[in-house]
Every structure is written in structure tokens, then in C-alpha cells.
């Protein structure tokens, strides 16, 4: 079956503008995370949905960050007024719900964003 | 809190020798211990995870890693290295209560000569 997909594969946008990345999650997946990698590094925690609401978005590091899933399947990461240390690779990942021991965290491939 | 530290941003070894590369965590609760490969231009996959009992856990493509709480390790290992093997390798933890995101080391490169 299909995995997550994310869309762009790659952005590039100037500094100061708007982006929005988006996360298609496997069908069926009730959790969505995202997560960024800066060159060099692990990745990071963003923000984790339940659902349409986020249950943890304690990773997000400041208002610039917003992200939506408005019908529980689909995810928005936004980025407004987006500086050069945002470039990342900004990834997804979906899984079920229930223990943790029995649920894993499915990544998509990624969206890579330069601000120039 | 939970962290994840591992020693070695590369690591090179010969084919057909042993492949370790060290994790060591902390976490506040009895942790889940994952080890994730990324290859080039692909995605996370996970190779093996640890939640509870045995502390021995064998993954895909040969891996195994052992949970040894004493030490707060859970290194990767595998006995013979293959060239498929080159890719990065990370360790990751779940270890506050109630939380489900992951906590990712920076990292290892791992490169197999021939």
C-alpha cells in the first residue's frame, strides 16, 4: 500500500516569505507527527497530532510554526516569515494509535526547504 | 527528559567485519529504544525497537541491538558488514511519560570498504 507521501519534494522561497508543506499519512493512520533535520543532525520533533487536534506541539520553536489537520488525515506545517536558519529537511510521519509498543512511526521521504 | 547521545559521527569498517555503532540514552521512565537506517534519498526505515522484555532484539538485515539498562545503552551490531550496509544510522528514544514523540541522536555514517 502507499506510504506517506510529502509534497513539495523540494522548496525554495526567499527569506521573509510564506510556505506551507504538506503530509499525506497512510490511510488509516489516526497519529501524524513532524519532525525537521538540519544538516548533520537527527531529526526533531515538531508537533504530534491525535486526530484534527495536536496533542504535543511542544517541538515547535516559535509563532512563526503553525500546522493543521483539518479532517484528521491530511497535515499542513506552515511557516510564516520564514528566516534562513528554517532551512531543513521537514519530515512526516503517520502511525496508528493505541500503545506505543505496537505502533510505528512510518516517515515519509521529506520536504527539503532553502531560504535563500 | 530524554536524550540520545551516540559516539561516532562515522564509523568505517571493512566488508565482512563487525558493524557497532554505541548509543547511550537517559530517560525518565523505562525507555523504547528504536534504531532507525536512512539511505541516501530515502526515508527513515526502522530496523529494530526495544519496549519490553527480552533485551536482545533482532531486526531487519542481519541487525540486532541489546537494551543493557545499567549501562542506559542499546548499541547496534552485526557480525558481518555487507557494502549495502553504508548508510546513516539513528538511535532514538521514547522515554517521558505520556509522550509519543521521538528523540533522535545526531547520527552515524556508517561506510563498508571493500
Known amino acids: ?116 | 527528559a530524554q536524550s540520545v547521545t551516540q559516539l561516532g559521527s562515522h564509523v568505517s569498517v571493512s566488508e565482512g567485519a563487525l558493524v557497532l555503532l554505541r548509543c547511550n540514552y537517559s530517560s525518565s521512565v523505562p525507555p523504547y529504544l528504536f534504531w532507525y537506517v536512512q539511505y541516501p534519498n530515502q526515508g527513515l526505515q526502522l530496523l529494530l525497537k526495544y519496549t519490553t522484555g527480552a533485551t536482545l532484539v533482532k531486526g531487519i538485515n542481519g541487525f540486532e541491538a541489546e537494551f543493557k539498562k545499567s549501562e542506559t545503552s542499546f548499541h547496534l551490531t552485526k557480525p558481518s558488514a555487507h557494502m549495502s550496509d553504508a548508510a546513516e544510522y539513528f538511535c532514538a528514544v521514547i522515554g517521558d511519560t505520556g509522550r509519543r514523540a521521538l528523540t533522535f541522536g545526531s547520527g552515524t555514517r556508517l561506510q563498508v570498504q571493500p
Open chain 1, 1 to 116: 500500500g502507499a506510504g506517506v507521501s510529502q509534497t513539495p519534494s523540494n522548496k525554495v522561497t526567499e527569506k521573509g516569505k510564506y510556505v506551507e508543506l504538506r503530509c499525506d499519512p497512510i490511510s488509516g493512520h489516526t497519529a501524524l507527527y513532524w519532525y525537521r533535520q538540519s544538516l548533520g543532525q537527527g531529526p526533531e520533533f515538531l508537533i504530534y497530532f491525535q486526530g484534527t487536534g495536536a496533542a504535543d506541539d511542544s517541538g515547535l520553536p516559535n509563532d512563526r510554526f503553525f500546522a493543521v489537520r483539518p479532517e484528521g488525515s491530511v497535515s499542513t506545517l506552515k511557516i510564516q516569515r520564514t528566516e534562513r536558519g528554517d532551512s531543513a529537511v521537514y519530515l512526516c510521519a503517520s502511525s496508528l494509535s493505541g500503545p506505543i509498543s505496537y505502533n510505528e512511526q512510518f516517515f515519509g521521504p521529506g520536504t527539503r526547504l532553502t531560504v535563500l
